[in-house]
């Protein structure tokens, strides 16, 4: 089992930064990949970043240049610090992992990310 906890989402204004973290825990493998995803209400949830257990980075072309992930292995915790947001950024964001021959993915509960003046 993996346990996947975020934190870090809140109200922010247009053009301002939030830092996003997500603390796996339990059967963690070393080879794997972490993520963040978005989901607005009536649309299917996006790939926003991601990053492998060697640090290989991909990102949205909505974010590239304003958010960057990274990664504390030793921790199995991923990190995404969202800087010069902008209303559209507004989601619910959701934490991966994703592992095994399999590519079994797992999703922590999600944490809001409002941008509005």
């Known amino acids: 089992q993996v346990q996947l906890v975020e934190s870090g989402g809140g109200l922010v204004q247009p053009g301002g930064s939030l830092r996003l973290s997500c603390a796996a825990s339990?059967?963690?493998?070393?080879?794997?990949?972490m993520g963040w995803y978005r989901q607005v209400p009536g649309k299917e949830r996006e790939l926003v970043a991601s990053i492998t257990n060697s640090a290989r980075t991909n990102y949205a072309d909505s974010v590239k240049g304003r958010f960057t992930i990274s990664r504390d292995s030793g921790k199995n915790t991923v990190y995404l610090q969202m800087n010069s947001l902008k209303r559209e950024d507004t989601a619910v964001y959701y934490c991966?992992?994703?592992?095994?021959?399999?590519?079994?993915?797992?999703w922590g509960q999600g944490t809001q990310v409002t941008v509005s003046s």
């Open positions: 991966n992992l994703r592992q095994g021959l399999n590519g079994n993915d797992y």
């Open positions: 339990g059967s963690i493998f070393s080879i794997n990949v």
